[in-house]
């Protein structure tokens, strides 16, 4: 069975996690401080925090927001749950806002034209979160000036986009955001088990979530309401939670970020020899940005009905069958039933629903050989009847 994505260990990251676990700590050591500055360094961001996965992260990033009651915050529906369930944890109310025929992130002719409307209605978002699907930026210099017009915060979802770039300059620097946050689980860029970061330029908001991480706890004495009552003192000044990560989780982490460039390189590679198979064949690959060099998390196929003789899923299924453990990302959250249980109906966004309707990730990792990859194409020309 060949995934469609997979983690990448080699014997210096198996070594870095040993050396953790022979060591006096196994959580609040040094390694998680040196992969914060690592990851920070590398994105051009003043403050990067470590959390336990990037679900935390988003959950801390909206509540460092002031993300609560009575507030809505828009997202992309071809994204992972947590990209909107974080919003609902915090009270707030979710809304969506369709997708880009070409790039498949939010579209923001469409969130332009929501906001007008939003607007005129008055329940303007608090927030919107820009997930940057496959790794590809969204258009963050078009969607920073509305936050600008309309006064709303942007958190990116970069789960998929460590080691990518918008406009020249890595992404997770905040540049056009409030903040970014990393996913490093095994399908993910670089890894670490369960694992993922929050990016920000903004001094207040990184002291906000380092507290909401470890339950608003702090050891500050400029924090605290009174002094110290002895060296044993801390004090609980917000209600966090204990979304820390592990010095051995850190320790894998800053290995992998060695080769970070090696790994997106490597899945541009794979990627370029895709488009070259596939472009015959009626399908649509994936269309890249020139502005946004993508870390090419997933590499995402478009189905022609109209050319394919078979449907979407007996083609997805014939290769399923195969042995090629192709994907779909995403169904459109709001399509979820708990999320229709919210009073979202089909037909919300069409965009999103015909992506659905003909969406398929084909396998992308570093350690795809070659043959493999040739096994790919070979089933998906005979899956699509071409
Ligand atoms: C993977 C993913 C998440 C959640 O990441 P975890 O680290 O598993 O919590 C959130 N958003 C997107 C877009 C993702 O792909």
Not at 5 to 29: K, N, P, W, Y
Not at 220 to 226: A, G, L, Q, S, W
Request: with cysteine.
């Amino acid at each position: 069975m060949i995934p469609y994505g997979r983690q990448s260990i080699d014997e210096i990251d198996i070594q870095a996690v040993v050396d953790v676990l022979r060591s006096e700590f196994l959580t609040q050591g040094p390694v998680v401080p040196a992969f914060e500055s690592a990851v920070a360094d590398y994105c051009n961001a003043q403050y990067a925090l470590a959390v336990n996965s990037a679900t935390s992260a988003l959950h801390i990033a909206c509540l460092a927001l002031g993300i609560g009651k009575g507030d809505i915050v828009w997202t992309s529906p071809i994204t992972f749950v947590a990209s909107a369930n974080c919003v609902l944890y915090c009270g707030a109310s979710i809304d969506f806002v369709d997708i880009d025929p070409l790039s498949y992130n939010l579209s923001v002719p469409c969130l332009s034209e929501k906001l007008a409307r939003a607007e005129e209605a008055g329940c303007l978002p608090k927030a919107v979160i820009a997930v940057h699907l496959a790794g590809q930026a969204c258009d963050m210099a078009l969607i920073h000036a509305l936050s600008r017009r309309y006064g709303f915060k942007i958190i990116e979802d970069a789960s998929h986009a460590i080691g990518g770039k918008y406009s020249g300059e890595p992404i997770g620097g905040c540049r056009y955001s409030d903040i970014s946050i990393f996913s490093f689980h095994p399908v993910k860029i670089i890894t670490t088990g369960e694992g993922g970061m929050v990016l920000t330029n903004d001094a207040g908001l990184a002291k906000r979530m380092q507290l909401l991480r470890s339950h608003g706890i702090t050891r500050d004495p400029v924090e605290m309401t009174h002094e110290p009552d002895g060296p044993w003192y801390y004090q609980q000044i917000e209600l966090g939670y204990n979304y820390r990560m592990t010095e051995f989780q850190a320790a894998l982490g800053l290995s992998q970020m060695r080769r970070l460039d090696e790994f997106v390189a490597i899945r541009h590679a794979l990627a370029k020899r895709y488009d070259e198979h596939l472009h015959d064949l009626p399908v649509v690959i994936p269309w890249q940005d020139p502005g946004s060099y993508s870390a090419r998390h997933l590499y995402i196929i478009r189905l022609q009905p109209e050319k394919a003789g078979k449907t979407h899923r007996e083609i997805f299924e014939a290769i399923r069958f195969a042995g090629i453990n192709v994907n779909l990302h995403y169904i459109p959250v709001y399509l979820q039933p708990y999320y229709a249980g919210l009073g979202f109906k089909t037909g919300y966004c069409p965009e999103a629903e015909r992506y659905y309707g003909q969406a398929i990730s084909l396998p992308i990792f570093p350690a795809l050989t070659n043959n493999e990859q040739e096994a790919v194409v070979q089933t998906l020309i005979r899956a699509v009847g071409a």
